[in-house]
């Protein structure tokens, strides 16, 4: 082989390397953009349904695409298209209303037209409680080697969604509120662990979510790690990965 036959093949080779890399790339943006996006979980507000260190994907096409659901709102849409409306319910990550850049993942409590209340640490939806059973307290650490235990609720939504929520005390700041009006095309959003969540409870803070800002529906968790515990260093994973928790729909 020449020298020039071995340049070429050189060259050839390299086309052939970055093309593949290109590829990949765009189909990881396309995966991204349009059908799953992958998020972690760094702090406890949505406890004990997600922890800190918890890793999942949240489904884009769910309820259809806004402006938001591409890299830096870039993407000339008003609105949403094809719109599929939440359910109460449903995890769902969003824009935070303030400033339209922030993250934020909670659970959609509040529908547009709802009218919704904390009366001693108890859900209302126009104007019927939310049914509330207490079961088995969390167990979680207090940071300083020792253990709290969290008193948990299993709460049932009137649609039949069930799920666990922690209230500290029913008599925390979020336990009992104003009744809020939810405006058409927005949602009442709140965190799970109930006495330590910024949500819709907190209207300078979160507010009302407007249908816009919704990214997506939090589907599964995939990777899961102790908290304070870096994921990248994988030899530690036998001691630090919560194995039980991967793969756990939501």
Do not use: C
């Amino acid at each position: 082989m020449s020298v020039t036959d071995n340049k070429k093949a050189k060259e050839g080779s390299l086309y052939e390397t970055v093309k593949v890399i290109v590829q990949a790339l765009l189909l990881a943006l396309i995966v991204r953009t349009l059908l799953f996006q992958p998020f972690n979980i760094p702090s406890g507000s949505m406890m004990n349904t997600l922890l800190i260190g918890d890793y999942l994907f949240v489904s884009k096409y769910s309820y259809g695409y806004s402006r938001y659901s591409f890299p830096f709102g870039l993407a000339p849409i008003s609105g949403r298209v094809w719109a599929t409306e939440p359910e109460r319910g449903d995890v769902a990550v969003f824009k935070l209303p303030r400033d339209n850049s922030t993250d934020y993942i909670k659970r959609v409590i509040g529908l547009p037209g709802d009218e919704i209340q904390m009366i001693d640490g108890v859900v209302h939806i126009n104007g019927e409680p939310v049914k509330r059973e207490q079961i088995d307290d969390f167990i979680e650490s207090d940071g300083r080697g020792g253990l709290r235990r969290v008193p948990r609720f299993r709460e049932t939504l009137p649609n039949g969604v069930s799920y666990d929520t922690l209230d500290l005390t029913p008599r925390g700041q979020g336990d009992n509120t104003r009744v809020y009006k939810v405006p058409e095309g927005h949602y009442f959003m709140m965190g799970d662990n109930r006495d330590n969540s910024t949500d819709s409870r907190v209207l300078s803070a979160v507010g009302y979510v407007p249908f816009e800002n919704l990214i997506g529906r939090a589907e599964v968790i995939f990777f899961s790690v102790a908290d304070g515990e870096p994921a990248w260093m994988v030899w530690k994973w036998p001691w630090t990965v919560r194995w039980d928790r991967l793969f756990q729909t939501l």
